[in-house]
């Protein structure tokens, strides 16, 4: 310390030795005082070259941000997890559509419905293509090929028996897209109970807006522009309803449903549905109407069949087109409708079922294009419709 040694010597020059006691109590306060200053400048000067080390790290970490790894990353680190906890990101498109929770659980968080109008990113909307399934789907490789080049308009999941995962390869759209399912009895609620528990998950991705049902023996017949813009261009959705006076439509109804849903508002329609985001909110907030079905709507009735059909004439009749945009062939009669095999499938066969000449309404036009899939396909097919598929199909 020269400065305090040197203010030291000039005092003493000038004090008489009387007044050393009250100086050397001032020294010390002075010295104290020029201590601290030094100690505090210095701080000063450190942080300032640590703040510059902060700055110079945050602009090498937005730079190249994939490759920062190691032990000196701590601050970063920190913000990741901030970022997996709360971020609009994780939020809007839960990645990992494993969870924990129970359907009651569920379907009231997918029920949820933004108050604000617009959204606070660019939302892209999505077809969510629902595949409900007892296990592997065998004509998934078309599948894949239909939705090669459009990640970014379409999401996939699948409902098969609790715990079966598909066998495919981690670029395959269809990996880690099981959601947690439950068993699954045909002809019983159970299988409209997993219809909702498919549009619950679905809805908990804000992009999704257009919601398909599938199932494994299901194939597209167009390709995937064709099929995404008919359906986000709609101002319908596409579940098939109508009135069948004989026992197989009225003949399921039951008057214990009264005074809730009476005979003249009771309807039937393919279990294969197409819903927009509106109406599949409808659905999973439902508990009256489908606890009704649940407890009345007992085989021969079958809810698959009579739940959505009945519910949306009831209520959302508007939103709907009442056609179905999955064909089937139900010429053979019988409980089955016709399977097709290998030996089946013709170009015309398939181009008749794209077109045959009748046209459907669309919006407030006509269209030659009624069907947008077809079922049902036996895993035989798979290869001849695979060499049709870039010729007639175009994909
Ligand atoms: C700090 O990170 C850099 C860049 O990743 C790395 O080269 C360096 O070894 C790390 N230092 C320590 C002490 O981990
Ligand atoms: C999964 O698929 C691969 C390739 O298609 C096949 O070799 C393998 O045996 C399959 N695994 C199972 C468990 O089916
Ligand atoms: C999703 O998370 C679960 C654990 O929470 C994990 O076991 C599973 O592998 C993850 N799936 C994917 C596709 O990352
Ligand atoms: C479908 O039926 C409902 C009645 O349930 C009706 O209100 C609606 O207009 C019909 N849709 C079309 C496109 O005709
Ligand atoms: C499908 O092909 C098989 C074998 O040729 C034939 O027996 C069957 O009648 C065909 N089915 C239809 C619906 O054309
Ligand atoms: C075309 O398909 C529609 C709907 O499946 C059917 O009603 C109609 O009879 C078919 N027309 C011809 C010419 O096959
Ligand atoms: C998809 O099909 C439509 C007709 O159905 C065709 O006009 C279009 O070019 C096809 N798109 C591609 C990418 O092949």
């Known amino acids: 310390m020269p400065r305090s040694r040197n203010e030291k010597e000039e005092i003493e020059k000038h004090v ?3 007044k050393l006691a009250q100086v050397l109590s001032f020294l010390v306060v002075f010295v104290a005082g020029v201590v601290l200053g030094l100690v505090t400048s210095s ?21 190249d941000a994939p490759g920062v790894k190691g032990d000196n990353c701590t601050i970063v680190r920190d913000c990741e997890k901030v970022e ?12 990992n559509l494993t969870h924990h929770m129970s359907d009651n659980e569920l379907f009231w968080r997918s029920s949820m419905v933004p108050k604000k109008e617009g959204f606070p990113y660019k939302r892209v909307p999505k077809v969510a293509f629902m595949f409900l399934t007892r296990g592997p789907l065998p004509l998934l490789p078309l599948w894949e090929r239909f939705f090669q080049g459009h990640e970014k308009l379409f999401s996939i999941y699948v409902h098969a028996l609790p715990g079966y995962k598909l066998n495919v390869s ?22 409209a109970d997993a219809e909702r528990r498919l549009l619950a998950n679905a809805l908990l991705d804000f992009s999704n807006e257009r919601f398909v049902l599938l199932s494994e023996s299901c194939i597209p017949i167009y390709n995937f522009s064709t099929v995404y813009n008919y359906l986000i261009g709609s101002s319908h959705s596409f579940v098939e309803s109508y009135d069948e006076p004989t026992r197989y439509g009225r003949g399921r109804y039951s008057r214990r449903m009264l005074p ?3 005979l003249y508002q009771w309807r039937k329609g393919s279990q294969w549905f197409e819903l927009n ?17 649940k407890k009345y709507c007992l085989p021969a009735c079958y809810p698959d069949e009579h739940y959505l059909p009945t519910y949306i004439n009831m209520f959302h009749g508007p939103l709907n087109s009442n056609r179905t945009v999955t064909w089937v062939d139900w010429s053979i009669g019988g409980p089955h409708p016709v399977t097709y095999g290998e030996a089946n499938i013709t ?21 030659s294009i009624c069907y947008l899939f077809a079922r049902k396909f036996a895993p035989s097919a798979l290869e001849p419709l695979l060499d049709l598929a870039s010729s007639l199909m175009e994909f």
């Open 16 to 18: 008489g030795l009387l």
């Open 43 to 63: 701080h000063i000067n450190q942080h300032f070259v640590s703040k510059t080390e902060v700055y110079s790290f945050i602009n090498h970490f937005s730079t």
């Open 84 to 95: 997996d906890c709360s971020s609009l990101n994780a939020f809007l498109r839960p990645k």
């Open 170 to 191: 981690t670029s395959s759209a269809f990996h880690g897209r099981e959601i947690p399912s439950q068993h699954v009895s045909w002809g019983t609620v159970t299988l």
């Open 260 to 262: 809730d849903i009476k």
């Open 277 to 293: 985001r509106a109406l599949a909110v409808h659905i999973v907030s439902d508990t009256k109407y489908y606890t009704l079905f």
């Open 347 to 367: 170009v015309d066969f398939i181009q008749s079922i794209r077109n045959n000449g009748t046209l459907c309404q669309y919006n407030l036009e006509m269209t």
